[in-house]
């Protein structure tokens, strides 16, 4: 149980356009998804919170109107880059907490998807 | 602002030896920790998950310990296997919000 898919796992886009990810809780149900960046050798920073059916709470730094988070049901999150550039190049994984709104639950992380802006 | 260290940043240990991964944190006012793998070009998976109330998780040959007030948390990998060789990712979450801080990791190689 607790499975977290993404999709696409690879994109390869021009710069400008922009991309599309999902997120995907498989068997339950996620009123938190995460969306986290990360740059090569580097740790994971993360980028927005997502409450289904709310806005998203976006960290310091990050760009909402180029990075939108849509969490429009219980199972699915997605993040789109808008007019991507290749500074935007990177591996973006999303993690999903269970429902029953208990703070102590772990995280259930997504396989990621890797961005290349050419 | 929270600050997780992990060092060493990349290790090569034998087979079967026994091995400890560090991790540090700033700010020792966290709800839990958890320790990740990932593989290369993976997402994360979670390995163990110590509340701040405790002082030790154990899975199988992994045991990860929790000193809160010296911000100090360990992950003890016994009788290593080429399989373990992945990068291992310690992160803390403070109370009243869900964000983890996630360490630099430490890139473990198991040499056959």
């Known amino acids: 149980g607790a499975v977290v898919s993404q999709h696409p796992s690879w994109v390869i886009c021009k710069s400008g356009t922009s991309v599309k990810i999902e997120c995907r809780s498989l068997d339950f149900q996620a009123t938190t998804m995460f969306w986290y960046r990360q740059f090569p050798k580097q740790s994971l920073m993360l980028m927005a919170t997502?409450?289904?059916?709310?806005?998203?709470?976006?960290e310091q730094g990050v760009e909402k109107d180029k990075f939108l988070i849509n969490h429009a049901s219980l199972t699915l999150s997605t993040l789109t880059v808008t007019s991507a550039h290749p500074e935007d190049s990177s591996f973006y994984i999303c993690s999903a907490r269970g429902g029953s709104g208990r703070t102590d639950e772990t995280q259930y992380f997504g396989p990621g998807t890797r961005l290349l802006v050419l | 602002k929270q600050e997780v260290t992990q060092i060493p940043a990349a290790l090569s240990v034998p087979e079967g030896e026994n091995l400890v991964l560090n991790c540090s944190f700033t700010?020792?006012?966290?709800?839990?920790l958890q320790w990740f793998r990932q593989d290369p070009g993976k997402g994360l998976t979670s390995l163990l998950l110590?509340?701040?109330?405790?002082r030790e998780q154990t899975s199988g040959r992994l045991n990860a310990s929790l000193d809160k007030s010296s911000g100090r948390s360990t992950l003890y990998i016994a009788a290593s296997q080429p399989g373990d060789s992945a990068t291992y990712l310690c992160a803390v979450s403070p109370f009243g919000n869900e964000k983890l801080t996630f360490g630099t990791g430490t890139r473990l190689t198991i040499i056959p």
């Open positions: 700010d020792s006012a966290i709800y839990n």
């Open positions: 997502s409450n289904e059916g709310s806005k998203a709470t976006y």
């Open positions: 110590i509340q701040s109330s405790q």
